[in-house]
T-cell receptor
Framework: EPEVTQTPSHQVTQMGQEVILRCVPI?????FYWYRQILGQKVEFLVS????????KSEIFDDQFSVERPDGSNFTLKIRSTKLEDSAMYFC????????????FGDGTRLSIL | RKEVEQDPGPFNVPEGATVAFNCTYS??????FFWYRQDCRKEPKLLMS???SGNEDGRFTAQLNRASQYISLLIRDSKLSDSATYLC?????????FGTGTSLTVIP
């Protein structure tokens, strides 16, 4: 069964540093998403991406964040100047796009900001 | 505002029991709903989509009541492996929004 894959599985970064989280969505999927989940809290929507542009973003997705699909395969989330409160699990998801289709999640990147 | 509300639990039930979770939503424009399960420190995994007519998949039954704006999940004959957090997820536009989850522990 095709999977969404994310790398790295765990990223440790100093506060103020830039970090890039990588995702390879399922190959024939058209919609891509990033979520975060702070330990013990609910999954929070960050951004959705379709046709090479952002289609929706939440209040959390401020100017520190950006997304890119540089090569038609990878889907990346960049955090420009990390803060302690960015420590969380970050999940990538993709969806086929035609009709009401559920999302399929990658197994996440645990981001720890020191 | 796009929100779903769930009772966080925990629900502790003996093996073989039937357990039901409800989830209420505030946005009547929400187009569709799903139940996901999440194991500790793992990614959410799709359990089932929720249709207005109700749908069943083995021991699991999901219902959507648009008039009262709630979604339910019924698990029959609980197994130890059903222990997880169950997430109610709504969809509107191109955004999915998650409930806080309901924690289930099935006890031997």
């Amino acid at each position: 069964e095709p999977e969404v894959t994310q790398t790295p599985s765990h990223q440790v970064t100093q506060m103020g540093q830039e970090v890039i989280l990588r995702c390879v969505p399922i190959s024939n999927h058209l919609y891509f998403y990033w979520y975060r989940q702070i330990l013990g809290q609910k999954v929070e929507f960050l951004v959705s991406f379709y046709n090479n542009e952002i289609s929706e973003k939440s209040e959390i997705f401020d100017d520190q964040f950006s997304v890119e699909r540089p090569d038609g395969s990878n889907f990346t989330l960049k955090i420009r100047s990390t803060k302690l409160e960015d420590s969380a699990m970050y999940f990538c998801a993709s969806r086929a796009g035609t009709g009401i289709q559920p999302q399929h999640f990658g197994d996440g990147t645990r981001l720890s900001i020191l | 505002r796009k929100e779903v509300e769930q009772d966080p639990g925990p629900f502790n039930v003996p093996e073989g029991a039937t357990v039901a979770f409800n989830c209420t939503y505030s946005n009547s424009a929400s187009q569709s709903f799903f139940w996901y399960r999440q194991d500790c420190r793992k990614e959410p995994k799709l359990l089932m989509s929720v249709y207005s007519s109700g749908n069943e998949d083995g021991r699991f039954t999901a219902q959507l009541n648009r008039a009262s704006q709630y979604i339910s999940l019924l698990i029959r004959d609980s197994k130890l492996s059903d222990s997880a957090t169950y997430l109610c997820v709504g969809w509107e536009g191109n955004q999915f929004y998650f409930g806080t989850g309901t924690s289930l522990t099935v006890i031997p």
